[in-house]
Each structure stands twice: as C-alpha cells, then as structure tokens.
C-alpha cells in the first residue's frame, strides 16, 4: 500500500526543504518510503552529485534509466562504468510492446516528425508504468535548468499519489561543478562545452559558443522538454485531445 502524504504536509516539508541540503533531503526520503521508491537519472555528468549522493545513503536504491534505443554509445558505455564502478542498481526502462507495429511502419522518421510523440512512447510511458505502484520518485531536476522547471516544488504529488521528489531542485550549474570537482566524480565521455546536456543521439546536437546549456536538445522543434516533468506525465490515460496534440494532428 502506497504511504502518502497531506497535501498540507507536502506544503510545509516542501518549504522546509528549500533550506535543507540534498543529502538530508534523500534521507528524509529513504526514511520515510523506502522501499517504495526510486531515483531515476540520466547518466550524463549533471546527473553525477545525485547518483553519487543517493549511493552513499541508500546504495540499494533502485535507479531507472530510460533505455530510448537512440543513447549516444558514449552514454550506454557510461552508464556501464558507473553501474559496475559504484555498484549502482540500474533498472533499464524500454516502450511498451503494444507499440511495436506501429513503430516497424513510422518508428524510424519518429525522432525527426514527431519527437514529442516519440518522447511520449520511449521516455513518458515507460515511467508512467515503472512508477505506477510507488510511493515516490526521486529526479534531479534544477530550477535554472528550463522555464518549466523554474517553478517547480522540491516536493510535488503527480498522478496516482506519486510524490516527486527533487533534492537538487535550487543548485546551480555552479553548485554541481563545484560538487563534482569536490569529490573527483568521472564525467560524461562527450566534451563538456558541446555537450553541456546529452539526450537521445537524433536530438541533441553539440551547442554553439553563447548557447543555452540545453540549446542543443530538440533544436529548432519548438521542444524543451521531454514530458516526464510537463502535464503529460500525469494524464492517467490520453483523450483524443491529447493524441491529437501529442501526433501534431
């Protein structure tokens, strides 16, 4: 049975939390949900603090990766050297089967027509189901990272009960670098100036001098975001509205 929380005393924790460090915050998490609960990273080198703080207080801790098909080799090679160096428990998310005929016909051309409907099928889904009977879910999410993030609570329930939970959420860029550099932890394998933020290979591109951190994701799509921290996430199932949004019909 899943534990939940007040909205009220979701609020209150939530403001709380804005003072508290990340660890005390994962803590507090493991605590109070384990072992209904998971983190979920994307191995790139902003991911780093978190996995690395998770691994010191809670090393069982299940960790979901959303294995697109599309990685660059570099991030599965990654992904590999961290699991087995801090003997990470990666859990490996895949789409769900019943997409299979559609994806033989249209799956090729789908990061290029249509990434948020790709997104949605490789990324969204597959953490709707992986979280679908947890109590909680750890991300690393920033605020200075997008617009959609800026407004976001260290503390957020999303569909079915679910309690988001983002103990990095008021870091900086400055306060991962200068995380990374206190404890020596390994760096993505693509240069760090190109390649500020890494997702799927068909959608991400190395940035130009002057770019945002993430002008190289979803570049000229009109997409920032790849739904897990949007409305989407939380649509318990999709309305021929949604679809229709989601195709571009």
Request: net charge negative; glycine share 4%; aromatic share 10%.
């Amino acid at each position: 049975m899943k534990k939940e929380l007040s909205p009220a005393e979701v609020e209150r924790l939530s403001e709380e939390f804005e003072s508290a460090t990340p660890q005390e915050i994962i803590q507090w998490a493991v605590d109070t949900f384990c072992p209904d609960m998971a983190l979920s990273s994307s191995f790139q080198t902003h991911s780093l603090p978190l996995l690395h703080m998770v691994k010191q207080i809670h090393p069982e801790m299940r960790i979901f990766f959303l294995e697109t098909g599309y990685h660059f080799w570099d991030t599965l090679m990654f992904r590999e050297q961290l699991e087995h160096l801090w003997g990470l428990n990666v859990v490996d998310l895949r789409r769900d089967d019943s997409w299979n005929t559609f994806l033989r016909r249209f799956g090729q051309d789908l990061p290029e027509t249509n990434p948020t409907l790709c997104c949605y099928i490789r990324k969204v889904q597959p953490m709707q189901i992986a979280t679908a009977d947890l109590s909680a879910w750890i991300t690393g999410i920033r605020r200075d990272q997008t617009e959609q993030r800026a407004n976001a609570r260290i503390l957020e329930y999303k569909r079915d009960g679910l309690l988001r939970i983002a103990p990095l959420l008021n870091w900086t860029k400055a306060d991962v670098e200068a995380y990374m550099y206190q404890y020596d932890l390994p760096k993505h394998p693509l240069p760090e100036d190109q390649y500020p933020s890494v997702g799927c290979k068909p959608c991400t591109r190395a940035v130009m001098p002057g770019e945002d951190d993430r002008a190289g994701r979803w570049a000229g799509k009109g997409k920032t975001e790849c739904g897990l921290h949007t409305d989407l996430f939380d649509k318990k199932t999709l309305t021929s509205e949604d679809f229709n949004l989601i195709t571009g019909k």
